[in-house]
Each structure stands twice: as structure tokens, then as C-alpha cells.
């Protein structure tokens, strides 16, 4: 069974950093490329990041390029996604999403629970 | 970027109805849209896939239609277990993938 389950969020004030992890189980992590989602309180879908599954191709939201930084370890079946600079606006749901294949930028299979992260002082 | 606009924002429907929503780009993104379903505190599901393909385990009451500019999810016969909002995504235009506002279905 695919599971991912994501880390790392709480409350942290603007101008802070906070670093988000997404732990896959369940399948060949190594051969898909990933995705960070997020979604603020009440609001719809935005997404964030994508990283390939070699992290040879990486693309942001232009809401967050300059600040976010994606990675993952294959090695450890890890995802992550750095943020730093946090505005009030990044405050949100971070979902980690699976795309279907290596380097496919599209739709995402499977998502995981989610993890609050609040930008307040 | 290109924008998904979702109709209706909501609405209410009865269990057995057939449901229709509709999700329109702002430039023609032939038939690179998913649809996705999304419970109260969930994580969103994967529905449908290049507009009308349906992921595996989904039930065949749901399908999808449409290419370029205008698409279609339909319920065919609405269970309880499918109140719930409901998004599209376009991805033609990647890495810049976008999201439709969602539509919430109600229990009338």
C-alpha cells in the first residue's frame, strides 16, 4: 500500500524557516517524481513544487521560487521541502503527491495526510 | 498562467441524482486536466486523469469529458459517499500547474 506521510509543520513566525519532510513507504520511491501541494485554510489547491525522480528537474510555484527549496534522499524514501522567508500567505496545508511516473509533471496519484504549517507572530 | 474556473461553487443534490460539473481553462489546454475528489480534513483523491480516464479503484459512476477549453466530471447516480468538494487541475501548461476553485456538493 502507497503511503506517504508528511512532518515538520507548526508555528512559526514571518521572516522564519521551517523544513517539511514526506516519508514514502509502499512502493519504488527512486522511480517517481514528487510533488509538494498545499492548501490554505478554507481555500483550494495550489501547487508548490515538483522534483524528478533523479532530481535532475526541479520547478517551483513563482509564489514561492527564491525562498522553497526542494529535495529528497532516495536512499532514506524521503522528500523535503525547505521554506524559508515565511510570509503569512504560505500559511497552509503542505500535502507531499506522488506523480505517476519518473519525470512526468502532471496529475498526482497519491497524496499524503497533510501538515499544518501557521506563519504568525 | 492558465486559469481553471470551476462552476458551480456549490450545490445540492440528493442521493441517486446525476451531478454535472463543470471546469473551464482560459486558453485551450487540449486534454491535460484530472479531477480530483476531497473529503473534510482529507487528503484530495484522484479521480480522472487526461479528462476522461478513470484511476484505477475509482467507481465507473464517475466520468469525465471535454478537451481544449471546456470539461465535464459527472456523477451518474450520486452516493452518500461522494459529498464532498471536487477540484480540477490543468496540466498542460507545466511546471505551472493550476488548480480549478473547487465545488463543493451538498446534501440537499
Known amino acids: 500500500e502507497v503511503q506517504l506521510v508528511e512532518s515538520g509543520g507548526g508555528l512559526v513566525q514571518p521572516g522564519g524557516s521551517l523544513r517539511l519532510s514526506c516519508a514514502a513507504s509502499g512502493f519504488t520511491f527512486s522511480s517517481y517524481s514528487m510533488n509538494w501541494v498545499r492548501q490554505a485554510p478554507g481555500k483550494g489547491l495550489e501547487w508548490v513544487s515538483y522534483i524528478s525522480s533523479s532530481s535532475s528537474t526541479i520547478y517551483y510555484a513563482d509564489s514561492v521560487k527564491g525562498r522553497f527549496t526542494i529535495s529528497r534522499d532516495n536512499a532514506k524514501n524521503s522528500l523535503y521541502l525547505q521554506m524559508n522567508s515565511l510570509r503569512a500567505e504560505d500559511t497552509a496545508v503542505y500535502y507531499c503527491?506522488?506523480?505517476?511516473?519518473?519525470?512526468?509533471?502532471?496529475?498526482?496519484?497519491?497524496w499524503g495526510q497533510g501538515t499544518l504549517v501557521t506563519v504568525s507572530s | 498562467a492558465i486559469r481553471m474556473t470551476q462552476s458551480p461553487s456549490s450545490l445540492s443534490a440528493s442521493t441517486g441524482d446525476r451531478v454535472t460539473i463543470t471546469c473551464r481553462a482560459s486558453?485551450?489546454?487540449?486534454?491535460?486536466l484530472a479531477w480530483y475528489q476531497q473529503k473534510p480534513g482529507k487528503a484530495p483523491k484522484l479521480l480522472i486523469y487526461?479528462?476522461?480516464t478513470l484511476q484505477s479503484g475509482v467507481p465507473s459512476r464517475f466520468s469525465g469529458s471535454g478537451s481544449g477549453t471546456d470539461f465535464t466530471l459527472t456523477i451518474s447516480c450520486l452516493q452518500s459517499e461522494d459529498f464532498a468538494t471536487y477540484y480540477c487541475q490543468q496540466y498542460y501548461s507545466y511546471p505551472q500547474l493550476t488548480f480549478g476553485g473547487g465545488t463543493k456538493v451538498e446534501i440537499k
Open positions: 503527491a506522488r506523480a505517476p511516473n519518473w519525470n512526468f509533471v502532471g496529475w498526482q496519484d497519491y
Open positions: 487526461a479528462a476522461s
Open positions: 486558453q485551450g489546454i487540449s486534454s491535460y
